[in-house]
């Protein structure tokens, strides 16, 4: 008898183990926070810079556990243990419009800035520093930006099971996906992308974004031969596929959500958004609301 209570105490331990461990929640990665970039319209400060690096008769870049130079030493304030973020501008290299209004729009939104990593400072000279690269998100080089590190806000993740794929609209305010992280133009789950919503318009870290798009549109990266979502029939290869009698289009047909993303920075007119679930691909063009 003691060995049968003694067993139901311990299933019902591991119950309450298990109900606190669904009922935590979960949260952003280090890399999620700390090498998501930003789109901003604010002046950055450029006077702070990497000089160079041990080791650069042969290396163009440093990566994490590198030594680099730093332009300012005591003379300027810097001192032992001083930890710096490195951003570095960056533009389009490809200078392919992947949707309507897309170049426009990001002019609008302001500079698009990568985040490198982060640097510690280990030995200081009178005008000039040398600092550890303690994480890298890509690499570093000559002439990257340093701004001292801030600690990034890491709200809590909402459950995946609580996503409405056949969401209403919200009536917030919308705006669309107009780039990602590295000028990458389609994204799966944990991917960043840029939207041209921000502070400005109340945006807020930790709130989320549903993304969507319309059926039978024709300027988003996602591309649809016209009418091909309505009238299949008459197209080559897909004769027999079906069609409407209506003159159906995408302002008269139900929305497709595809998924949703949380706000882990902000600028003045955008938000840097992290896909958190997706039933499939979002895609530059695609729009989204706050929810």
Request: charged fraction near 25%.
């Amino acid at each position: 008898m003691r060995g049968k209570i003694v067993l139901a105490g311990l299933i019902l331990s591991l119950c309450g183990i298990r109900a606190s461990a669904q009922d935590r929640h979960l949260f952003p990665i280090a890399n999620d926070l700390y090498c998501s970039g930003v789109v901003s319209s604010e002046a950055v400060p450029r006077d702070t810079f990497i000089i160079s690096g041990e080791g650069s008769n042969y290396k163009v870049t440093f990566q994490e556990g590198d030594y680099v130079f730093v332009n300012k030493g005591a003379t300027q304030g810097v001192k032992v243990g001083d930890e710096f973020s490195v951003i570095r501008k960056t533009e389009e290299a490809i200078f392919t419009e992947w949707a309507k209004w897309q170049f426009i729009i990001l002019r609008r939104m302001g500079t698009m800035w990568e985040d490198e990593g982060r640097v510690r400072v280990v030995v200081v000279h009178p005008n000039d520093a040398i600092a550890q690269v303690e994480n890298s998100c890509n690499y570093v080089q000559r002439g990257d930006i340093l701004l001292p590190f801030a600690e990034r806000p890491a709200p809590p993740l909402k459950p995946e099971d609580k996503f409405d794929r056949f969401a209403p609209p919200s009536g917030k305010a919308t705006a669309m996906i107009i780039i990602g992280k590295s000028f990458t133009v389609q994204f799966g789950n944990n991917d960043i992308f840029y939207v041209n919503l921000g502070a400005s318009q109340g945006v807020k870290v930790g709130d989320y974004f549903r993304v969507f798009r319309y059926t039978g549109t024709e300027h988003e990266t996602a591309y649809q031969t016209g009418r091909f979502a309505f009238d299949a029939d008459g197209y080559a290869g897909t004769y027999g596929f079906g069609s409407v009698p209506s003159r159906y289009k995408w302002d008269n047909t139900p929305r497709e959500v595809v998924g949703e993303g949380m706000v882990v920075r902000t600028g003045q007119n955008s938000s840097t958004v992290l896909y958190t679930f997706g039933l499939r691909e979002a895609f530059v063009g695609d729009y989204v609301e706050i929810e």
